[in-house]
C-alpha cells in the first residue's frame, strides 16, 4: 500500500485549519501545530499527528520538519488582527516574520513544497482590482509583515513556493479560533445590537471551504507562484452584512445603517480597496467561486446538520 504524502498544516488551530483539514484528511497524512491545541474530537479523528510547536522558536521549527519530514507545508500560523498588530509590531514581526524565516532557511534545501498564506493587506488600496503582478505596498504593520515574509519566501524558496493572498475569509471557526465576519455579525444581529457598517471600503471576501479547495487543487496540482483568491464580486462590509441577513432568513431586531469611512478613526490604518483580481485563480487553478449568497447558505445548511 502507497503511503500517503505528508502535509504539515501550521496554526491549523483557525478558520482555514478546520476546512483544509476536512478537504485533505482523505488523501494526504496530515501533521498539525498550533501554539494551543484544543481540537475537537473531530479533528483528531482526522489527522494524523498532533504538535504543540511554538513556530517562533527555530530550534521547534527543526525539529518538526526533521520528525514529519513532509512534503508539502501550509504555513497558516498568522498574528492577523489589523488593530493589535499596530499596537504590538515586535510581536507582529515576530510571529509573521521570523517564523517565515526560520521555515525558509530549514527547508530550502530540502524537497518541501511550501504554501503560504499571505493576505491582500500587503496592498494600499488605491489601485484595486490587484493582480499577481502588482508591486505591494502596505500601510499597516500586519501588511508590512506579510509583504516581507514574501520577499523571503521569493527570493529563497522561487522555484518551490506558492504564495496565496486572499481576502477576508468566513465561517464557523473552531474554538479558540480568532472570529470572522459572518460569525460576528451573525452574533450582532441575533442579540439586537444596532450595526454602523461603511458603504465606501471594498473587498471581495471567500468562504473559508473555497479556500480550502483551492489550497487543495494548489496541493494536487503542485501549483507555484502567487495566486489571488477571493470571491467574483465587490462589495462593502454593508453589503456582506445585508446578504448574510437574506442568506439566513433573518429578521434581524437590530437596525443596520451604512455609514461612511470617516465614522471608524481605526480604519486609518485599513486600505480603501482590497478588492483581489482572480483571474489567474479560474483558469490556472480552473476554480469559480459561488456566489456570496450560496457561500453563506452553505454554512446555514452546515449549521443545520
Request: proline share 6%; hydrophobic share 35%; with cysteine.
Amino acid at each position: 500500500m502507497t503511503q500517503k504524502p505528508v502535509v504539515l498544516i501550521t496554526g491549523a488551530v483557525s478558520l482555514l485549519g478546520k476546512y483544509l483539514i476536512r478537504e485533505l484528511y482523505k488523501s494526504y497524512t496530515l501533521v498539525i501545530t498550533a501554539h494551543h491545541i484544543s481540537f475537537d474530537i473531530e479533528f483528531r479523528n482526522l489527522v494524523s499527528y498532533i504538535e504543540q510547536t511554538d513556530i517562533t522558536k527555530k530550534s521547534e521549527v527543526e525539529r518538526i520538519i526533521s520528525k514529519y519530514q513532509p512534503r508539502y507545508m501550509v504555513h497558516l500560523a498568522s498574528l492577523s488582527n489589523i488593530d493589535y498588530c499596530e499596537k504590538h509590531p515586535h510581536e507582529a514581526y515576530r510571529v509573521n516574520l521570523e517564523s517565515v524565516q526560520n521555515i525558509v532557511e530549514m527547508i530550502k534545501n530540502i524537497p518541501v513544497h511550501f504554501i503560504f498564506t499571505s493576505s491582500s493587506m500587503v496592498f494600499s488600496g488605491d489601485n484595486a482590482p490587484y493582480t499577481e503582478a502588482d508591486i505591494p505596498h502596505p500601510i499597516n504593520v500586519y501588511g508590512k509583515t506579510k509583504s516581507a515574509a514574501e520577499k523571503i519566501i521569493q527570493n529563497l524558496l522561487p522555484d518551490k513556493s506558492t504564495i496565496i493572498r486572499s481576502n477576508t475569509l468566513f465561517g464557523w471557526q473552531p474554538k479558540r479560533a480568532r472570529s470572522n465576519d459572518m460569525n460576528y455579525y451573525l452574533n450582532e444581529i441575533n442579540n439586537g445590537r444596532p450595526l454602523n457598517l461603511t458603504n465606501r471600503r471594498f473587498f471581495n471576501p471567500l468562504s473559508a471551504d473555497t479556500a480550502a479547495r483551492i489550497i487543495r487543487r494548489i496541493i494536487d496540482n503542485n501549483s507555484k507562484g502567487i495566486f489571488h483568491i477571493g470571491g467574483n464580486y465587490r462589495i462593502t462590509r454593508f453589503e456582506f452584512v445585508k446578504k448574510l441577513i437574506e442568506a439566513f432568513d433573518l429578521k434581524p431586531l437590530t437596525s443596520v445603517h451604512a455609514v461612511p469611512n470617516s465614522f471608524f478613526p481605526a480604519f486609518e490604518s485599513r486600505p480603501i480597496d482590497t478588492t483581489l483580481n482572480i483571474e489567474k485563480m479560474t483558469w490556472e487553478l480552473r476554480i469559480n467561486p459561488p456566489t456570496l449568497l450560496e457561500q453563506l447558505q452553505f454554512f446555514k445548511k452546515e449549521k443545520l446538520s
